[in-house]
């Protein structure tokens, strides 16, 4: 089974702070997605990147970065966290070529900034 | 470009009863559908999904759903809901030009009480 690893489930950081959450899938996949969940507002898409070093806005980039070194590792960071940026962060993940439509999703993260 | 709109925001609805969870998509090319589930404190999980053939689909836990290509919807069915199908549903369509990225709909929360 494939299989999507967050590093936290549950992450608290005070504003101002810079914060990184991990991102690590076990089954060579080409494609990896970080989104955001906030009730009412579904799943949000912030970036994502289909190669290592490859990286692509989505929907919401402002105040996000990421980076992907490792092919199995994609990190999301948020450069000075704020207030709003209180969420669900969940990342996945899918391999090219014809199976490429199934998103894999990680147990995803909650972190609230205060 | 690719969107769903999920007609509901709750469900409320008894044990032992039929359910529709509605959702109607919009895009300007071939469409690949999703259902995901999110059971509470949980990730998402990939209920069924349309790619292409015969446009009903089901899952092994009973739940159907069916591309209806003229009216644009992909509603999600149950004959019998259990208490155990308590959980946020959500409808998504693939975006080509985003790495296969998925737009998601707001959710439908559907509460099963006896």
């Known amino acids: 089974d494939v299989k999507v690893t967050q590093s936290s489930r549950y992450l608290v950081k005070r504003t101002g702070e810079k914060v990184f959450l991990e991102c690590v899938q076990d089954?060579?996949?080409?494609?990896m997605f970080w989104y955001r969940q906030d009730p009412g507002l579904g799943l949000r898409l912030i970036y994502f990147?289909?190669?290592?070093?490859?990286?692509e806005k989505g929907d919401i980039p402002e105040g996000y970065s990421v980076s992907r070194e490792k092919k199995e590792r994609f990190s999301l960071i948020l450069e000075s966290a704020s207030t709003n940026q209180t969420s669900m962060y969940l990342c996945?993940?899918?391999?090219?070529?014809?199976?490429?439509?199934?998103?894999?999703f990680g147990p995803g993260t909650r972190l609230t900034v205060t | 470009a690719q969107s769903v709109t999920q007609l509901d925001s709750q469900v409320p609805v008894f044990e032992e009863a039929p359910v529709e969870l509605r959702c109607n998509y919009s895009?300007?090319?071939?469409?690949?559908l999703f259902w995901y589930v999110q059971y509470p404190n949980q990730g998402l999980q990939l209920l069924l999904k349309?790619?292409?053939?015969?446009?009903l689909v089901e899952s092994i836990n009973g739940f159907e759903a069916e591309f209806n290509k003229s009216q644009t919807s992909f509603h999600l069915r149950k004959p019998s809901v259990h208490i155990s199908d308590t959980a946020e549903y959500f409808c998504?369509?693939?975006?080509?030009?985003?790495?296969?990225?998925?737009?998601f709909g707001k959710g439908t929360s559907l509460l099963v009480t006896p």
């Open positions: 996945a993940s899918t391999p090219s070529g014809t199976a490429r439509y199934e998103q894999y």
């Open positions: 089954m060579d996949h080409e494609n």
């Open positions: 990147s289909y190669d290592v070093k490859m990286k």
């Open positions: 895009s300007s090319v071939s469409v690949y």
């Open positions: 349309y790619l292409s053939g015969s446009t």
């Open positions: 998504a369509v693939s975006r080509p030009n985003s790495g296969y990225a998925l737009n």
